[in-house]
């Protein structure tokens, strides 16, 4: 079946550090992947998305890569701030399989320390 | 102001009653989506619409019904079937294919 794996455990980090967090999935042809940021008690914000053909993704201090070999996307935040703390999601399309919806990764915690 | 609002915050029921949240969205998406959410948990997909009078089921719909009568709108019924309906419910819409997903505040469903 398909499964998006992200690291359960809850990544802490020192201001002003780079921020690296992955999604592995297996059983899955994503046509792309998009990130997303929860906030406790919110709705999710779209960050990225990054299609099977693109390398890597920027937007100001974010970077995604998308690995379509090792089935791995990385999310990057450079020079993270304590306002960067929050979970973060990865979801994917559904691929070749007809369903018309995106399936979530249960996320990471990022905890950034001033 | 163009987003998603989802009513109420908070609802409290007592068990064995049936429960609408509503959903209602002035982005002119085509499609909706309902998520279920518990602590410390990802996303599971309830039910999803991409189009007016037409929807389909997510991975978790036993015990849920949706209704899709107008574009802005699609409402979700937690039914007396649902067997631990307490969560965090989230409701989205998104362009077609599903691109990037606009998220409602939530509604935070207690049932006692």
């Known amino acids: 079946s398909q499964k998006i794996e992200q690291n359960s455990e809850a990544l802490n980090i020192q201001e002003g550090k780079t921020a690296t967090l992955t999604c592995n999935y297996t059983?899955?042809?994503?046509?792309?992947l998009q990130w997303y940021r929860q906030d406790p008690g919110r709705g999710p914000v779209f960050l990225l998305l990054?299609?099977?053909?693109?390398k890597e993704k920027r937007k100001e201090r974010l970077k995604v890569t998308f690995d379509t070999t090792l089935k791995q996307s990385l999310f990057h935040i450079t020079a993270s701030q304590p306002a960067d703390s929050a979970t973060y999601l990865c979801?994917?399309?559904?691929?070749?399989?007809?369903?018309?919806?995106?399936?979530f990764g249960s996320g990471t915690r990022l905890q950034v320390q001033p | 102001d163009g987003g998603i609002t989802q009513s109420p915050k908070y609802l409290f029921r007592k068990e064995g009653q049936n429960v609408t949240l509503s959903c209602e969205q002035n982005?002119?998406?085509?499609?909706m989506y309902w998520y279920r959410q518990d602590p410390g948990q990802g996303l599971r997909l309830i039910y999803y619409?991409?189009?007016?009078?037409?929807?389909q089921k997510g991975d978790i719909a036993e015990g849920y019904s949706v209704s899709r009568e107008k574009k802005e709108s699609f409402p979700l019924t937690v039914t007396s079937a649902q067997k631990n309906p307490t969560a965090f419910y989230l409701c989205?819409?998104?362009?077609?294919?599903?691109?990037?997903?606009?998220f409602g505040p939530g509604t935070r469903l207690t049932v006692t």
């Open positions: 989205a819409s998104s362009d077609q294919p599903p691109y990037e997903q606009y």
């Open positions: 059983n899955y042809s994503p046509a792309y």
């Open positions: 990054i299609r099977e053909n693109e």
């Open positions: 979801a994917l399309d559904a691929g070749d399989t007809g369903r018309r919806a995106l399936t």
């Open positions: 982005l002119n998406h085509d499609a």
């Open positions: 619409s991409q189009i007016v009078n037409d929807f």
